[in-house]
């Protein structure tokens, strides 16, 4: 599966994963290419 290119498929929220690479966010990692899972820390103070 291709990189999604910036454009979320899911809203970013804790236990989802976003692209290390362009950004985007899914809840399924591999929608994306370089899935890093989203901590707490990465949503708060947004
Ligand atoms: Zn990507």
Do not use: Q, T, Y
């Not at 999604?4 to 290390?20: A, I, L, T, Y």
């Not at 966010?25 to 901590?39: D, R, T």
């Amino acid at each position: 599966m291709g990189c999604r290119k910036g454009k979320d498929e899911n809203k970013p929220k804790v236990g989802r994963f976003r692209c290390k690479k362009c950004g985007a966010a899914s809840k399924n990692k591999g929608h994306l290419c370089k899935p890093k899972k989203i901590k707490k820390e990465d949503v708060d103070g947004e």
